[in-house]
């Protein structure tokens, strides 16, 4: 079964960058849409960033907008997310989610998507 696996989390001081990976071993992701989401403790599991399953719709929260860029290299089966200007308030785990048949910003905002990756930590900190 199809399992995205994240890597790149990590510590990082605010203002610095991360960039975060997801890729799928013995699968190809190229059917489908991608989202990173995060969840902070105590806080609902949100959408950060959501990407077409050919790379050409994106979609950004609000509160990333301008800072991240989601992108994907079907040579690699990867999809990243560059994270820079890194604020306290990005700490979290994020996780890599497929999704397919909907939007994506309707997968960022509704959550809806067909599989979860394990999640990657990052944390933001002085």
């Known amino acids: 079964q199809l399992q995205p696996v994240e890597s790149g989390g990590g510590l990082v001081q605010p203002g610095r960058s991360l960039r975060l990976s997801c890729t799928a071993p013995?699968?190809?992701?190229?059917?489908?849409?991608i989202g990173w989401f995060r969840q902070a403790p105590g806080k609902v599991r949100e959408g950060v960033s959501c990407?077409?399953?050919?790379?050409?719709?994106?979609y950004y929260s609000d509160s990333v907008k301008g800072r991240f860029n989601i992108s994907r290299d079907s040579a690699k089966n990867t999809i990243y997310l560059q994270m820079d200007s890194l604020e306290l308030d990005d700490t979290g785990v994020y996780y890599c989610?497929?999704?397919?048949?909907?939007?994506?910003?309707?997968?960022?905002?509704?959550?809806?998507?067909?599989?979860w990756g394990r999640g990657t930590q990052v944390t933001v900190a002085a």
């Open positions: 990407i077409s399953s050919q790379g050409i719709v994106t």
């Open positions: 013995g699968y190809t992701l190229d059917w489908y849409a």
């Open positions: 989610a497929t999704g397919f048949g909907i939007s994506v910003r309707d997968m960022c905002e509704t959550r809806q998507v067909t599989t």
